[in-house]
Structures are given as structure tokens and as C-alpha cells.
């Protein structure tokens, strides 16, 4: 069982560009959440979803971001016109269900490090 | 706002030492606490879960306690070993189910 993917692993943009990360969530798992981290800092929340529907997009910005994740196919974060600040790791994460409800653990990828140039 | 903290940022002990880490939470009463470890360029790794009636648990070398009074949970690696440097993070969930993590204390475990 494969663990969550994400890809790419490096991405650089030149500012104004569109940048976009995905994850592939563990087999079985129809909850995802992504994560923003700067260096010597923590992680930080951005959005959470299930299959189609956003659940809490409390932590993302309220321009340029968004994410998706379809029914058939990865979750996606989408940045729009990046700037220098958006430089950052950005993780994924899934779980079988909602960590509130059955005290699951959350599983992480590897994260897409992007730097704006 | 629901808050983890986790006071040390960075934690320096011996090889051989226990290593006592804290995480302290603020403005709700999380019914559990997860702790993960992270090394560089990784993505955080799930170490263990503990629940709010459980006033500790084992894993192999690390104990996990949580103190509802103190709104607090400490976590302790014995015996360490310098394989155990690395940023440990305290999680809770938050009021929508996600996760809500603390900085992260950056432990070195020196020869």
C-alpha cells in the first residue's frame, strides 16, 4: 500500500505564474489536508477535504489559493499569479476518516517544496 | 482561538539522557493529542496518539502523558540515542476535524 504521494517534489515558478501541487491520498482514504510550512516554522493549516467537498478552508488565503478533490483523480492545490512569499513546503495529508470522529492518525507525503524566483 | 503551544524550540541533552518535551494547549479541551516526529525535508511521521481519559501511554522508548488539568502533555524519549534528533510536534484537532499543530521542539542528541 502505497503512502500518500506528492508530486512534484521541487517546483520553481517565476512570479505571475500558476502553480500546482498534488497529492494522491493512501488507498482508502477519502480525507485530505493540506499544510504550509516555512522554515524553522510549524505547520500550517490551509484547507480541509473529502471526495468533492471542502470541508474547512479556514486557513487559506482568500485569493489566488484553491483546492480541489475530485471524485476520480489527486487532490490539487492551486496557486494563481504566485509571489515571492508563497515560497514555502507545502504537505499533504490523509486519513480513513475524520481524525475528530475514529482518533486516526493523519499520514503525510513528502511535501512539494516551491520556490518563487 | 484554539492554540498548541509548544514552548522549547530547541532542546539539546546527552546521549543516554531522558528527553522531556511539552506541549500545552489553550482555549478548548481536545478529546486526544498526537505526537509526530519530522526530520529535514520530510513530511511528519505519526508516533503516537493519546486520549483524554488515558493518563499515559507506552510506545517501545517513549511515554506520553496528558494532563487535563494542566491542559498539558508531556512526551519523553528514554534513553535516547542520537537517531532520535529531530522536530517532534504536538497535534490536536481542531473544531472541524482538522489537525492543529504546535512549532515543534527540534531535539539534538549529542555522542
Known amino acids: 500500500n502505497a503512502g500518500v504521494m506528492q508530486n512534484p517534489r521541487h517546483l520553481v515558478r517565476r512570479r505571475g505564474q500558476e502553480a500546482r501541487l498534488r497529492c494522491s491520498p493512501m488507498?482508502?482514504?477519502?480525507?485530505v489536508y493540506w499544510y504550509r510550512q516555512l522554515p524553522e516554522e510549524g505547520l500550517k493549516f490551509m484547507v480541509y477535504?473529502?471526495?468533492?467537498?471542502?470541508?474547512?478552508e479556514s486557513g487559506m488565503p482568500k485569493e489566488r489559493f484553491s483546492a480541489e478533490f475530485p471524485k476520480e483523480g489527486p487532490s490539487i492545490l492551486r496557486i494563481q499569479q504566485v509571489v515571492r512569499g508563497d515560497s514555502a513546503a507545502y504537505f499533504c495529508?490523509?486519513?480513513?476518516?475524520?481524525?475528530?470522529?475514529?482518533?486516526?492518525?493523519?499520514?503525510f507525503g513528502q511535501g512539494t517544496r516551491l520556490t518563487v524566483v | 482561538s484554539q492554540k498548541i503551544e509548544q514552548n522549547s524550540e530547541a532542546l539539546n541533552i546527552q546521549e543516554g539522557k531522558t528527553a522531556t518535551l511539552t506541549c500545552n494547549y489553550t482555549?478548548?479541551?481536545?478529546?486526544?493529542l498526537q505526537w509526530y516526529r519530522q526530520d529535514p525535508g520530510r513530511g511528519p511521521v505519526f508516533l503516537l496518539l493519546?486520549?483524554?481519559?488515558?493518563k499515559e501511554k507506552r510506545k517501545e522508548r517513549l511515554k506520553v502523558t496528558f494532563d487535563t488539568t494542566l491542559k498539558q502533555s508531556l512526551f519523553h524519549i528514554t534513553a535516547s540515542q542520537p537517531a532520535d534528533s529531530a522536530t517532534y510536534l504536538c497535534?490536536?484537532?481542531?473544531?472541524?476535524?482538522?489537525?492543529?499543530f504546535g512549532k515543534g521542539t527540534k531535539l539534538s542528541v549529542k555522542p
Open positions: 493519546i486520549r483524554e481519559n488515558e
Open positions: 497535534a490536536a484537532r481542531g473544531s472541524q476535524g482538522n489537525l492543529i
Open positions: 477535504l473529502q471526495k468533492e467537498n471542502i470541508i474547512d
Open positions: 482555549n478548548y479541551s481536545p478529546a486526544y
Open positions: 495529508a490523509s486519513s480513513p476518516a475524520n481524525p475528530g470522529q475514529a482518533h486516526t492518525e493523519a499520514f
Open positions: 488507498k482508502g482514504h477519502s480525507h
